[in-house]
């Protein structure tokens, strides 16, 4: 689970972590009095406007501004509200941005430049072990880095059983090229960061650009925070951080009827109980000339009711142009699985584009006898060759 980045600093600074102070807003009206205050609490003079949705590369397509008072805050913010945000991670469609960050100017000049650096934490599942990466090239797109000068990306993989090293952190404040106080002040950052990251049983942790300021302080300018969808029963305060309105509104149909879906860009929509069956199947529909639609796991006790709900929510998508039905009969007997598809199709009414349904194990014959004599537009099939040949069929 994704969250802001206003929310991703909350939950660092809970942690220790220094971060670029603001205040959320929802109308240029509350932007204006957030600039106020951070002047007024941070003596911050000028302000910055930052778009709030899920996805990177705000800056590029529009979305981050700065401000020079707070009325220029209120101007800008009426501009950045409201507006489809396109940026390299939303598609061409882009997000809707409902609220903006107002963040105080933390690039103040001194006797030392600014820098910024980049620092991320994630599980390297190559090791399974967590794994520390920093680079000197912060506020760019670490991908550029990687593919340019991966030299300029360092990595600290951390022993599960003894945890995050103080050597450890040392040699990464030492490979940033830092010193003095600023090295203290990184190794003081990474060792909250890895602590925060930790105990929310994230998935990553991305801060870029982390900013040693002209004062010798290191903060998170940014916070990228990916959270376990697996481990959130362990954290209701963080589930409820979840914005519905940032998510997929099928993905959000398909969470509530314990569904697991992920929407594409094909035109054959697949439903599967299993997702490596769900894998095969995909690869089924691309060596047939179609391109999968979706990735939809039913579970393995797949039932009327579940199958249903797959089955409007494939429906919604106005690509598909066909479905196919791949399931294993081996905790739920293929023939309930039948009955499931004959009663969903009924509920749902007419159903214009063709079903395959393939059903392999348990009473596999009965439920493609089931499904041969429902009278629907449905075709059954036992061997996944009959089910390919179908789909060819349909989409030529």
């Given at each position: 689970?994704n969250i802001h980045e206003y ?36 003596n911050s003079g000028w302000c ?249 796991d039913v579970g393995g006790g ?95």
């Open positions: 689970m929310q991703a600093k909350e939950l660092l600074k809970k942690y220790g972590v220094r971060i670029q102070e603001g205040i959320v807003a929802n109308t240029p009206e509350e932007a204006e009095a957030a600039a106020i205050r951070l002047k007024e609490e941070y910055v406007i930052k778009a709030q949705i899920h996805a990177g590369g705000r800056g590029k397509g529009g979305g981050v501004k700065l401000a020079k008072s707070a009325s220029e805050a209120k101007e800008l913010a009426s501009k950045i509200l409201g507006m489809q945000l396109v940026t390299h991670q939303t598609g061409p469609e882009g997000k809707l941005v409902r609220k903006v960050l107002v963040a105080q100017d933390v690039y103040y000049p001194g006797e030392n430049p600014t820098k910024e650096y980049y620092v991320s934490i994630l599980l390297d599942r190559g090791t399974s072990r967590n794994v520390i990466m920093a680079s000197t090239e912060g506020g760019m797109d670490i991908e550029e880095v990687a593919e340019h000068t991966p030299e300029k990306i360092f990595k600290e993989w951390i022993d599960p059983k003894v945890g995050l090293q103080p050597f450890q952190t040392r040699k990464i404040a030492f490979a940033l090229g830092l010193e003095g106080n600023a090295f203290k002040e990184m190794i003081k950052f990474l060792d909250s960061l890895y602590r925060a990251y930790l105990d929310t049983d994230s998935s990553m942790f991305e801060i870029n650009p982390v900013l040693k300021t002209s004062d010798n302080k290191i903060l998170a300018v940014d916070g990228k925070v990916n959270l376990d969808d697996n481990a959130l029963y362990r954290h209701p305060e963080l589930a409820a951080m979840r914005d519905l309105d940032e998510e997929d509104p099928l993905e959000v149909e398909a969470a509530a009827s314990d569904l697991n879906y992920v929407k594409l860009d094909g035109n054959v929509g697949c439903m599967v109980n299993g997702a490596g069956l769900a894998m095969a199947t995909m690869d089924v529909i691309k060596l047939s000339g179609g391109e999968p639609a979706n990735f939809l797949a039932n009327a009711k579940t199958v249903e709900a797959g089955f409007r929510i494939i429906l919604k998508d106005p690509n598909v142009k066909a479905i196919l039905i791949n399931v294993f009969g081996g905790i739920v007997r293929c023939d309930r699985v039948a009955n499931g598809v004959v009663e969903a199709y009924k509920n749902i009414g007419e159903i214009n584009i063709p079903i395959i349904v393939r059903l392999q194990g348990t009473n596999a014959e009965l439920g493609a006898q089931i499904i041969s004599e429902s009278g629907l537009k449905v075709f059954p099939a036992i061997l996944l060759k009959e089910a390919a040949d179908k789909i060819r069929e349909v989409l030529a």
